[in-house]
């Protein structure tokens, strides 16, 4: 017992060392784990305030961008509707549908911590579960795709950012039905990269890549990038690079996506699990 | 005593809150950044008592975890360097463990301080890149990153430590 409490206290620093050590790479392995609520995660409400109180400071500094981005969707809100009234006249009775079921609402937050430049980034927004936010939904952009809601706190949220290890977004090309996943290398936040599309595909450098509708996070045909190259070798495709949309270094105000049926369509798929 | 506390505290938070409003947004090149609060591991007081500099270089690692969503990869890496840097002493610094009590940074010669600033960052670097990738097959952009972000948190550490803090002493 006694040489027990002597070893104990001859190498306090170094079991001190050791107990501090392990707690921090048990929260590093519970980061890479996909999918797992963290603890250490910037929803938390102290560190949501801070970011709230700097990014007002930076706030004025970006209002004439926000108000471009606002005007060019009002350009494309106002076309989509020029293009409904056209659909209306000749086929009446699809209109119906879209109009007495709306599958999908939105929720706009404003980006309070944005990062981009690491291996796996979050982002922290100032919306949480008072406001409506619940973990898996969908963050997007009127030209892009963000990432997926990870931790909820009741006034502040995290996204998985696209630009992560763990991110994996459903996408298919534009006018087509081949689906393929958008993944990230961890080197350029401009790019990403197209994993798991199959030969049939027939694509294209140039081709756009929009959201997939196997995803219930986003609604089908958002647009997320551009095919920059790709490499095809023993009848596979390999390394399609996507030049994304959206501008992931500058970030203010994104739309969170409640999918209405969400619940209801994981229930069933669950069924045959 | 009570000003080493009061000093060693203000460092602490200045520290996060300069890595966090500033630091953490350079990226220059698109994603190199420094990081400064490393500083608060290399001028704590060198003492033969070692669990507050165990403690608080853990917490100042998890403080900026919580910030930037990194899991615990600033505690784990500044918590290895606060708890090596003494070997680090020994072997650059050429300090026996009689002296740590009364060891003045500012009374050694500055090519061995700047040697020792160096290799603890680069240590420092080295390890929260490889735990933030955590990937064998990335190692070519662990090593630049960390490279990289070496050489940028030396100069501003060593262009920080000259200015602000040595000369008061």
Redesign the interface.
Known sequence: MQQIINFVIRN???L??LL??I??????????TYHKS?F???S?NV?GS?YTQ?DKLKNYLSLAKENKLLAEENTNLRNLLFKKNLAIDSVIHKVTDTVYHQEYHYITAKII?N????????L?INKGLKHGIQKDMGVILPNGVVGVVQDVSPNFA?ILSLLN?NSKINVGVKNSNHFGTLAWD????EEAQLLDFPRRAALKIGDTIVTGGKSVLFPEGIPVGVIKSLKLRNNYYENIVVTLLTDM?NLGYVYVINNIDKKEIEKLEKNHE | MNNIFFRNAFLFVGLVFLQILIFNNINLFGYVNPYPYLAFVLLFPYRKERSAILILSFLLGLTLDFFTDSGGVHAASTLFIAYFRLYFVRIILRKSEFEYGALQLNTISIDKILMYFFVLIFIHHFLMFSLEFFDINSFFEILKRTVLSTIFTFLVTTFGYYILVSKKN
């Open positions: 306090r620093y170094l001190l060392f501090l050590e707690i921090a790479l048990i929260f590093v392995f519970q980061s890479h963290k250490v995660n910037s938390k560190i801070f700097s911590n990062s981009y430049a690491k291996r796996n980034n979050y922290t995290t290890e961890g080197k350029s936040y270094s």
